[in-house]
């Protein structure tokens, strides 16, 4: 006879039923075949997760995937071929009959949006990388509309107030083929920059706008204004051409991407209605201000701080200047080259203010300074040459600048030294104005930030070091007409004073460029665009060093020997 415990006999019961129970749950599932507990189990997990059943989650949006039109649009006719020849037709109104595109990635940006991934596997192509938010090498498509208010009243000698500029159809050649060689030309300008690597041409036009100068309207929303006021003169094969580019930042691929590359807005005066009333040009087209539209069946690219990512730039002289005499021909053509820098380049400046500002060569000073030129460092960036970084002594042999697109950056640890070698081959070699003034022009570059290129907002970081020398200077209070300072040159000072290059303070808080220099106690015509002065080191002024003038004492520079437009020079890193 076997005897068990009552409460023994409980706890067996409880573990058959337990484990029955649990057997027969784990059979269980649902019309899917899936097992119950499975399910619960994940539904538990989900449900714990923080966050994500609260009201301020924000699903992740889901990818765009490329669409099968997209990927078989063709490709727009090749770089070389010439643009068509358009008829203006008013009874042709472009549409846009596509759907809306202006959640897409890359389409028209009014204001920030929700972030959206990339299409999952998605190969990107860069058939070049040259050029931050618009290529710098291949061919760009643009239409440049020169406009003026209806009741525009200063006068103004280059562009007169019931008229348009006499020299605004020569402002860009149509075709690479027709080679203007006219100084203020954008497609001359590029060619000669670029050694032909990179060619800008369009369609150039005039607007009377319907806005009076009393403008309620921000700058993006007047360029909108006048664009669809203009829409109907063409027909969508210019939109068409004007669609040459798929863009992101440092990514381009010679394809139509839906969306206009560059529409260039010259403005007789600044009227705008915002707060930017005091700026010359503006590397966008619009802001966030600006409702989005498209122009000709394509979307027009708006930024959104601080990407200088659009589908143009807008040049306006201040109001101010255009009283003064100020707008001139060579003022729009350097404010847009300067914009479409910024497009290029960088959002920033390489100067600040006026104190210490410097003459340099960059496509991103300002048109006060009188200079053309762009520098081997911009060159190198946008795949015009090569910056050769040299870090140990060496001798080397440069050929021009504008014939090779060449230069050499010296790196010591401390300072860098950037050397170019130019024969003045070129109009638009203006690193100085002598043309005489033929050999290496040497820039020291003292910031540490190689992102920024020293183009960080101020005056301290690139210092021209001419063969003429350093010296202090004088302000007596004399001027030429316009209020063009006259300075004294005194004593030489080779390590702390300052070259003919350099703004010199003509009252406290106020400067001003070298109008006409004193020396002797007699006036020349000598200015700080270099005017009978020398900047280059040569076979006449070969030697940069610690013992010369200006003096530096991290590394000494030699020419050793010129051989037609080469010069062969030795460089000595003293640490």
Known sequence: MVYLN?????????LIVLVVGCTSRSSETDATGQDVDTLTVESEIVDTDPGLDSEDATPEPEPDAPSQEDVSKPKPPSPVDEPPRFVPSPDTVATDSRPDR????GSVIGQPQTPTQPPPEQDVSCETTNGMFLPSIGQINTLVLFIRYKDENHSNQYWPADGFPRDWKQFIDESPSDRSTNFHNLTHFYREASGGKFTVVGRVDT?????????????????????????????????????????????????????????????????FSNTSLTWSGI????????????FLGKDVILPVFPRNFSSGATVAIRDQSVRDGLLTANALFQTTVHEIAHQQITYWHPQAGSQGMQRFPSMLTYADQEIHTH??????????????????????????????????????????YLIENRQKTSVYDDASANPDDKGLFVYQYR??????????????????????????????????????????????????????????????????????????????TKNFRGV????????????????????????????????????????????
């Not at 009552?6 to 409880?14: D, E, Q, T």
């Open 532 to 575: 009978e002065l020398r900047a280059a080191y040569s076979m006449e002024s070969p030697r940069l060093s610690s013992d010369t003038n200006p003096a530096v004492d991290d590394i000494t520079l030699e020419v050793l020997s010129v051989n037609g437009k080469q010069i062969t020079f030795s460089v000595t890193i003293n640490r």
């Open 6 to 14: 009552k409460s023994r006999v409980v706890v067996y019961l409880f």
């Open 102 to 105: 202006r959640d897409r990635p």
């Open 283 to 294: 590397a966008h087209i619009g802001g966030g201000r600006t409702e989005p539209y498209t």
């Open 207 to 271: 607007v009377t706008a319907d806005l009076s100068i009393e403008n309620p309207l921000d700058y993006g929303t007047s360029n909108r204004t006048v664009l669809k006021q203009v829409e109907h003169r063409y027909d969508n094969r210019l939109g068409e051409w004007l669609d040459n580019w798929t863009r992101s930042e440092h990514c381009h691929e010679n394809t139509s991407d839906g969306n206009i590359d560059l529409i260039l807005m010259v403005w007789r005066s600044n009227r």
């Open 375 to 416: 520098s081997g460092r911009e060159a190198d960036m946008l795949g015009w040459g090569t910056l050769t970084t040299v870090t140990s002594d060496t001798v080397l042999t440069l050929g021009d600048f504008y014939e090779t697109g060449n230069s050499v950056m010296v790196k010591t640890g401390g300072s860098s």
């Open 447 to 524: 910031a540490r930030n190689d992102r920024t290129l020293s183009y960080d907002g101020t005056n301290s970081n690139i210092i021209p070091l001419p063969s003429d020398g350093v010296y202090d200077w004088d302000f007596r209070g004399k001027w030429l007409p316009g209020w063009r300072a006259i300075f004294d040159r005194k004593e030489a000072n080779a390590t702390e004073g300052s070259g003919f290059t350099r703004k010199q303070m003509t009252s406290p808080g106020t400067h001003h460029w070298i109008s006409a220099l004193v020396e002797n106690g007699e006036q020349t």
